[in-house]
């Protein structure tokens, strides 16, 4: 197991832009280097996970979306777009495969036949729960390495992170307006 007493890839990419270009200040490569690795590493792991039950992390996210809406576990496309953050074209692709594989059903409100519900099918229910329990399980496995207060002082700092980028592009949004 690494630790941060020993060099790593990233530390690696920082030296070589440090001799290279000692000008130029990659310090940030630190945080997005190591994030962009991690999130790969983490990508690897749920895609393995997801296809042993035969799902892929779009799908999951669908079906994981209508799950923890609740009973009656239905939402309309404009919602699942929102809650996965796609078009509603996208949130239609993954509905259509996964209609396919009997996961989820096409519903038209009974007194507004213009709304369209995406639902859970048992089968769709079933899958999700077993899914679920596996992939949270592996989330803990995957963080096994750090203890509590580790896992929290992370998850405060990413929150930072997002909203630090979340303000730096709006920032930018307003100077290039």
Known sequence: MTTRDEQDAVDDIVGQWGHERPDMDVSALQVFGRLHRA???????????????????????????LRRNGAPYRMTSG???K???????????????????????RKRDP????????????????????????????ELRLLQGLDEADQRAL????????TSIIDAEAEGEAHSA
């Open 83 to 105: 809650t996965m953050l796609v078009t509603t074209g996208g949130v239609t692709l993954r509905v259509d495969r996964l209609e396919k594989a009997g996961l989820v059903e």
């Open 39 to 65: 999130y790969l590493l983490y990508q690897t792991s749920l895609s393995s996970l997801f296809s042993d039950y035969d799902l892929n992390m779009a799908s999951f996210d669908v079906l994981a979306s």
């Open 155 to 162: 998850s405060t700092l990413l929150q930072k992170l997002e």
């Open 79 to 81: 919602e699942l777009a």
């Open 111 to 138: 007194d507004d036949r213009r709304i369209v519900y995406v639902c859970l099918t048992t089968t769709g229910l079933s899958l999700i729960d077993q899914t679920a329990s596996a992939h949270f399980a592996n």
